[in-house]
């Protein structure tokens, strides 16, 4: 068990709506990361939050959003779904904002029919 | 931009054989490299990491070398068991200026040992 929780694990739902996943860290882990795996794209890079604040930003589209809270839990909207949206949402956490240890949570599988 | 390439899977393999897969990679810089380990049904675990050419990460009988000349990082291991069966993920990471972190991934290696 990696200290990431992660929910829920599976959304199925449909094109056009919005969704939100949610994150909570490692007990003292300040940064939250987001990654998308899919079988195409592999593992992909979104967005990284330290301690409230957005900090990197990689390949996460316009219709996707995502903060972190006080509590220093993350929420990743996914708004105006399409099919090539379906994939493995993985959250991850760190200490620090360049600590290269990240814990990875289980994932959320987002099914869009 | 920096990216990862790494071989396809699956490899399929007896327990007790000799397991290598290869990993190059492209960046601008001196990244730090790493290999991510994930089995069925959870999360990536950080399996080990080198930080600078030359460098040798190894846990749990797995070993990688940062080769700079040829920008690679193999990952091997003398003998496998059943429960090494996973998807290993090679990766680099872009710190952004000290300001952030980003980890760039390889497409991931299935890894079947059979007994």
């Known amino acids: 068990d990696s200290g990431v929780t992660q929910t829920p694990k599976h959304l199925i739902t449909a094109t056009g709506q919005r969704v939100t996943l949610r994150c909570s860290p490692r007990?003292?882990?300040?940064?939250v990361y987001w990654y998308q795996q899919s079988l195409d794209q592999g593992l992909q890079f979104l967005i990284q939050?330290?301690?409230?604040?957005?900090?990197a930003k990689g390949n996460i589209l316009e219709r996707f959003s995502a903060q972190q809270f006080p509590d220093l839990h993350s929420e990743l909207n996914l708004s105006s779904l399409e099919l090539g949206d379906s994939a493995l949402y993985f959250c991850?956490?760190?200490?620090?904002?360049?600590?290269?240890?990240?814990?990875f949570g289980s994932g959320t599988q987002l099914s869009v029919l | 931009g920096n990216s990862v390439t790494q071989m396809e899977g699956p490899v399929t393999l007896s327990e007790e054989a000799f397991l290598t897969i290869n990993c190059t990679y492209t960046?601008?810089?001196?990244?730090?490299l790493f290999w991510y380990v994930q089995y069925p049904g959870e999360g990536l675990q950080l399996l080990l990491k080198?930080?600078?050419?030359?460098d040798k990460g190894s846990n749990k009988g797995f070993e990688a070398t940062y080769r700079k000349e040829t920008t690679s990082f193999h990952l091997e291991k003398g003998s496998v068991q059943v429960s090494d069966s996973a998807v290993y993920f090679c990766?680099?990471?872009?710190?952004?200026?000290?300001?952030?972190?980003?980890?760039?991934f390889g497409g991931g290696t299935r890894v079947l040992v059979k007994p």
């Open positions: 007990s003292g882990d300040l940064s």
């Open positions: 960046a601008t810089g001196y990244p730090s």
């Open positions: 080198a930080t600078k050419a030359d």
């Open positions: 991850a956490s760190s200490v620090g904002s360049t600590n290269e240890k990240l814990f």
């Open positions: 990766a680099l990471s872009d710190q952004i200026k000290a300001a952030g972190n980003k980890l760039t």
């Open positions: 939050y330290y301690n409230g604040e957005e900090r």
